[in-house]
C-alpha cells in the first residue's frame, strides 16, 4: 500500500494566460484544464457537467475560439490566450451578452449559462449579425436543460444588435 | 383593474448577474480548508445479497481518512413515512446497478476512487427483475423489497366514483385503447453534490437539493441527531426538475464522514451516478376505456396504470395517485374509476419528474380521446372542448376546481396556428392537446396541520431583508418573494435582500416540487409585507397627523418620508420592525382514502398545437412550430413564466421524440449525456407563447404555476399530428422513427395501424372502494373547508 502512496504522479510547471493574468502552477500532467481552472485557480465560473466533452457547459475560449475545458490538458495551451466567465465584465461593467442574459431571463440555473456565453462571444467576434440558424448551430454544442434556448437565442441577438 | 407597480413587470431575475458573471456559488464551486473528498462504492449487479464486505486494504491506504459502509449508516430513511425503504449504504442487499454500498473520504477524488476499488464485496447474485409483466409473477429468488404484494407489487389503488357501469350503458360508443410512456430523466446540467462540517457537535451541509426541510428530516433520522443538531443549506441550484426533491444517500454520507473525520467532506456524483440516483419519469402502461355520447360528451371513464417504480419507494405511492388523479380536472368526467398498480423492478428508484406521475397518463387521455372524435366523426379539439371543465365546480373525484382559463388557452392556440383550417396533406400534420397541473399539492408529505411556507421580513433603517425556506432552483423563486415584498413596499425588488433555504436561519418552506413556492410562498410573503407595511404607514400617518389611508405607499416613499425615514418613525415607534406570514392550504380532500393526492389551491391550465412534417420512408419528424398557451393566474414576472412555459415545452419535446431511460441485461443502456439524447439548439422548434391570465381568487395577486403544467400537452399533440400527418398512432412515448416506419408497415399490410403496447396485464387490484360524487350543493366551489 506504501507503493500507492508514493506512486509516482508526473508534475509539471505550467504557465497560463488566463483572463490576461498569468498564472504558473506546479500541476499533474494529467489533470484537465477544467480542474486547473476550478480547483487551482479557484476559478469556478467555469462549471462541469460531464467532463467527457459531451455536453459543452465547461467551454473556455482559447485564443478567442470555444474549446471544451475538460478535454485539455494545461501542456497543450501553454502561452494562449484563455477565456473563462470570469473574464468577460470589464471591471463592474457587464459585456453585453451577460447584460442581454440578465435582462431576458436567459439564464435560469444559470449552470450551463457560462459556456453558453462564451461561445456566443467567440461566434459574436466573427460574426457580427449571425442569423438565428447560424447561432443555433453556433450553440449547438451548449446544452441547456431549463431554457428551451428561447431566450438565449433572443438574448445573443439582443447583444449583437447593440454590439453592431 | 388593480395596478401594481412591479407585479406583472418583465423585470430582471434578482439573481441574475450573478448567474451570469460565474460569481454564484454553486455546491462543488465550494472548497472548505482541509476538505476531504467523497466516493462511493456502488454495486455492480442489478439485484444481489450482500455477503461480506472487506474494506481493510482501502482503510490501509494512504490517504484515507475513513471508509463507512451500512453498518455505520444502518437507519432506513425515505420520502414518504410509507415508504422508509432506502438506506444510504447498503450492506444487506442491493436492488439496482449503483445501489450506494461504502464510501471512502480521502484526501482527494483519486485516492478515493481508488479505495473504493480496493474494497471487496462478495455477493450472492440474484434474479433481477426488469420489468412490469416480470414484477406482476411470482419471484425466481425472492421480492426486491419485503413489504407491498403479492409478488413485487409495491402498491395497489382501485377507487370508483359515481356509477361507472351506468355510465358505460348509457354511451353510444365505447373504446378502450393501451398506452405505453418509456421512462425518462431529469438531466440537470448540475450533477448532484454536497459538502457537510462537523463543528462543536453540529452538522452543516450545503447541498445541491429543492428542499432543505426535507433533506433536514431525513440526516436527523438516520445520524440520529435532533434537528437542531443539523443545518441544511441550499447552495446555487444547477438544475432540478424534481430529480432533488428526495433525500439522497450522498448527502447522508458526508455528514457522517464529516462527524468521524471532523474535516468537511464533499461529494460531487459523476454524470453516470447521476443517472443511477434518478428519481426520474416512471415508465406507465396505461389502458383506458370511456364512454361517449353520439356528440361526444363523455359518459364514463375507466382508467388503468401500471407503474415500473424501479428498485424503492421514493414518491411511487403519490406517483401512483397521481396517474389517475387529474384525468377529472381538465374534462367533466361524470363517472370515473381508476385502479392504480406501482411495481418494484431492478432498475434505479423512480419518483418526481416535472409533471409527477401526470405527464404518461395525459399523453394516453389526450389520444384517446383524439380516437374517440375520429370514431364518432368529430373534430377533435372541438370535441374535447364540449368536455371541458368549468370554473367553479367539483369533480367527481371531489378536486376543487377554481379559476379555469382551459377555453381561452385551447381558443388562443388554435386560433393562432389555424389547426382548423390546416392544410391536410399526408407528411404534414397539427396535433392538439390539453392539459393542468397542480399550483402545490394541498395536503404535505408527512402529516401535520402546520403552515407550508413562512415569510419573515425584517426592515431595519430602510433596510429589507426578507428570510423564507424556498429553495430558488432556477425558476425564480427568490425574484418572486423580492417582488411582491417590493410590490407591497412601494419599492422596487433590487431594493429587498434575501435569506432563504437555509434551515437554521430562515422559517419553513417545503422546497420547490409540486410547483407551489409561487402560491404558498408567494401568498406567505403577501402576508408578512401586508403587517409591514401597516406598521410604517402607521409611523408615517401618526407624524404626518393624518389617519393611515392618506399615507400612500408608493415609489420608495410612505406618505410624506421616504421609505428609509419611514422606517425609523416605525421601529422609534414599535421597536424592532419584523413581521411573519404564513401560508395553509385550505382542507378540500374529499372523504376518502388516497383522497390526499390531487388536491391543490388552484390548477393551472395549458393547450398546445403541434405543427409537424413527418417523412413516410425514414420516420424522422420535424417539427416546425409549436404553440403553447398557459392559464398562469396572474403573471408576477411575466419574462420568468415564458421561461418557465418554454422551458416546459422544451422538456415535454425531449420526452415526446427522444428522451429515454432504457436498460439491457439489468444495466442502464446510455448512463451518459451524449448517447441519452436530449434537443440541442438544433432541435428546438419556434415556440409561440400566450400567457393567458385569469386571476386566481386566492393566488398571490391571482398567480398560479407556470413550471410544469406546460409540459404536459406536447407528448400527446405531438403523436396526434403525426398521425394527422401520416395517419398511423403512436401509442407509446417516446415516438421515434422506428416506430413510425413500423407502423406504416404494419398499416401497409392492413393490420391496425398503430404503434404500442398489444395489451394490458392482468392485475390483482383490490376491490374497488366506491365513492359518492360530491353533493350538488359543493359544485360552487368556496374556500370553506368540506
Request: hydrophobic content about 40%.
Amino acid at each position: 500500500m506504501r507503493d500507492e502512496l508514493s506512486r509516482e504522479v508526473e508534475r509539471v510547471v505550467v504557465a497560463l494566460d488566463v483572463n490576461g493574468e498569468r498564472a504558473e502552477l506546479l500541476v499533474p500532467v494529467h489533470k484537465t484544464l477544467l480542474e486547473v481552472l476550478r480547483e487551482d485557480l479557484r476559478l469556478t465560473g467555469t462549471k462541469h457537467g460531464c467532463e467527457l466533452g459531451e455536453c459543452g457547459t465547461c467551454t473556455v475560449l482559447v485564443d478567442g475560439r470555444p474549446e471544451l475545458s475538460c478535454l485539455l490538458l494545461p501542456v497543450q495551451i501553454e502561452g494562449r490566450a484563455i477565456t473563462t466567465v470570469e473574464g468577460m465584465a470589464r471591471g463592474s461593467d457587464l459585456h453585453p451578452l451577460q447584460q442581454a442574459f440578465a435582462e431576458l431571463g436567459a439564464a435560469q440555473c444559470g449552470y450551463c449559462t457560462p459556456g453558453i456565453l462564451l461561445s456566443a462571444k467567440s461566434l459574436l467576434e466573427s460574426n457580427a449579425r449571425p442569423s438565428r440558424d447560424e447561432i443555433r448551430e453556433a450553440l449547438a454544442g451548449n446544452l441547456c436543460r431549463c431554457t428551451g434556448y428561447a431566450k438565449i437565442l433572443e438574448a445573443i441577438e439582443l447583444a449583437a444588435e447593440r454590439m453592431g | 383593474m388593480t395596478r401594481y407597480s412591479v407585479v406583472g413587470k418583465p423585470l430582471p431575475k434578482v439573481d441574475a448577474v450573478a448567474k451570469v458573471t460565474g460569481r454564484a456559488i454553486y455546491a462543488d464551486d465550494m472548497l472548505l480548508p482541509r476538505t476531504l473528498h467523497c466516493r462511493i462504492l456502488r454495486s455492480p449487479h442489478p439485484h444481489a445479497r450482500i455477503l461480506a464486505i472487506d474494506t481493510s486494504a482501502a482503510r490501509r491506504m494512504p490517504g484515507v481518512q475513513a471508509v463507512i459502509t451500512g453498518h455505520d449508516l444502518p437507519v432506513k430513511f425515505g420520502i414518504l413515512p410509507v415508504t422508509q425503504d432506502e438506506r444510504a449504504l447498503e450492506h444487506e442487499k442491493v436492488r439496482y446497478v449503483g445501489d450506494p454500498i461504502a464510501a471512502v473520504a480521502a484526501i482527494d477524488e483519486e485516492t478515493a476512487a481508488a479505495a473504493c476499488d480496493a474494497i471487496s464485496v462478495e455477493y450472492e447474485v440474484l434474479e433481477p427483475v426488469m420489468s412490469i409483466e416480470d414484477a406482476l409473477a411470482e419471484p425466481k429468488d425472492e421480492r426486491i423489497q419485503d413489504y407491498g404484494g403479492p409478488n413485487n407489487i409495491h402498491k395497489l389503488v382501485a377507487l370508483e366514483f359515481g356509477d361507472v357501469e351506468a355510465g358505460f350503458t348509457r354511451a353510444d360508443h365505447v373504446r378502450e385503447d393501451v398506452f405505453f410512456f418509456q421512462g425518462n430523466t431529469h438531466l440537470p446540467m448540475e450533477q448532484h453534490s454536497a459538502i457537510a462540517t462537523y463543528v462543536d457537535g453540529k452538522v452543516t451541509l450545503w447541498s445541491s437539493t429543492q428542499v432543505v426541510h426535507y433533506v433536514h428530516r431525513a440526516l436527523a433520522r438516520v445520524l440520529q441527531l435532533p434537528m437542531n443538531r443539523i443545518r441544511v443549506i441550499g447552495a446555487s441550484h444547477g438544475g432540478g426538475f424534481g430529480g432533488k426533491t428526495d433525500p439522497f444517500a450522498h448527502e447522508i454520507i458526508v455528514c457522517k464522514l464529516a462527524m468521524l473525520t471532523g474535516r468537511p467532506v464533499k461529494c460531487t456524483l459523476t454524470r453516470e451516478e447521476v443517472f443511477y440516483a434518478h428519481r426520474g419519469r416512471h415508465p406507465v402502461l396505461m389502458w383506458v376505456r370511456t364512454g361517449a355520447t353520439r356528440e361526444g360528451r363523455i359518459t364514463a371513464m375507466h382508467f388503468r396504470t401500471a407503474l415500473d417504480g424501479g428498485a424503492y419507494g421514493s414518491y411511487g405511492v403519490a406517483s401512483t395517485f397521481y396517474t389517475g388523479t387529474l384525468q377529472t380536472v381538465t374534462y367533466d368526467i361524470p363517472a370515473y374509476r381508476f385502479e392504480g398498480c406501482r411495481v418494484f423492478t431492478n432498475k434505479p428508484p423512480c419518483g418526481p419528474k416535472r409533471g409527477h406521475g401526470t405527464p404518461q397518463p395525459r399523453f394516453a387521455l389526450e389520444l384517446h380521446l383524439e380516437k374517440i372524435a375520429h370514431d364518432l366523426g368529430l373534430d377533435p379539439a372541438s370535441m374535447k372542448r364540449s368536455n371541458f371543465v368549468k370554473p367553479m365546480t367539483r369533480a367527481v373525484n371531489w378536486l376543487r376546481i377554481t379559476s379555469c382559463g382551459l377555453d381561452e388557452c385551447a381558443e388562443r392556440v388554435i386560433e393562432a396556428s389555424g389547426y382548423r383550417n390546416r392544410t391536410r396533406r399526408s407528411g404534414h400534420g397539427m396535433g392538439f392537446a390539453i392539459s393542468s397541473y397542480l399550483s402545490g399539492a394541498g395536503t404535505a408529505i408527512y402529516w401535520n396541520d402546520m403552515p407550508h411556507s413562512e415569510v419573515q421580513i425584517k426592515v431595519d433603517r430602510g433596510g429589507v431583508t426578507v428570510y423564507c425556506g424556498a429553495m430558488d432552483i432556477g425558476q425564480g423563486s427568490d425574484t418572486v418573494l423580492a417582488t411582491i415584498v417590493a410590490e407591497e413596499l412601494g419599492l422596487q425588488p433590487a431594493d429587498i435582500r434575501l435569506v432563504t433555504a437555509d434551515t437554521d436561519t430562515t422559517p419553513i418552506d417545503l422546497g420547490s416540487y409540486s410547483s407551489r413556492v409561487t402560491f404558498m410562498a408567494g401568498n406567505a410573503a403577501i402576508q408578512a409585507a401586508r403587517k409591514m407595511r401597516s406598521l410604517l404607514v402607521e409611523a408615517a400617518a401618526a407624524k404626518m397627523g393624518c389617519d393611515s389611508s392618506e399615507a400612500a405607499v408608493v415609489a420608495g416613499h410612505i406618505g410624506d418620508f421616504s421609505f428609509e425615514e419611514a422606517s425609523v418613525l416605525a421601529e422609534a415607534r414599535f421597536g424592532t420592525l419584523t413581521s411573519a406570514g404564513s401560508y395553509t392550504p385550505p382542507k378540500i380532500a374529499g372523504p376518502y382514502k388516497g383522497a390526499g393526492v390531487g388536491p391543490s389551491p388552484a390548477y393551472s391550465y395549458s393547450a398546445c398545437v403541434v405543427e409537424l412534417d413527418a417523412d413516410a420512408r425514414s420516420g424522422l419528424i420535424d417539427v416546425n412550430k409549436i404553440w403553447i398557451a398557459h392559464d398562469v393566474g396572474r403573471a408576477i414576472n411575466p419574462l420568468l413564466v415564458e421561461g418557465q412555459i418554454e422551458g416546459s415545452v422544451y422538456m415535454g419535446l425531449g420526452e415526446a421524440l427522444m428522451e429515454e431511460q432504457a436498460f439491457r441485461k439489468g444495466l442502464h443502456k446510455w448512463p451518459s449525456m451524449l448517447e441519452y439524447k436530449s434537443p440541442t439548439f438544433l432541435d428546438m422548434p419556434e415556440v409561440e407563447t400566450f400567457i393567458v391570465e385569469t386571476v386566481d381568487p386566492e393566488g398571490p395577486y391571482g398567480a398560479k404555476e407556470a413550471g410544469q403544467g406546460p409540459l404536459l400537452p406536447v407528448p400527446p399533440a405531438l403523436s396526434a399530428a403525426v398521425h394527422d400527418a401520416l395517419g398511423v398512432w403512436i401509442d407509446e412515448v417516446p415516438v421515434t422513427p422506428e416506430k413510425i416506419v413500423e407502423a406504416l408497415r404494419r398499416k401497409e399490410k392492413g393490420e391496425p395501424a398503430r404503434f404500442g403496447p398489444a395489451r394490458f396485464p392482468a392485475i390483482p387490484y383490490p376491490p374497488i372502494i366506491k365513492v359518492e360524487p360530491p353533493p350538488k350543493d359543493l359544485d360552487r366551489a368556496s374556500t370553506a373547508a368540506i
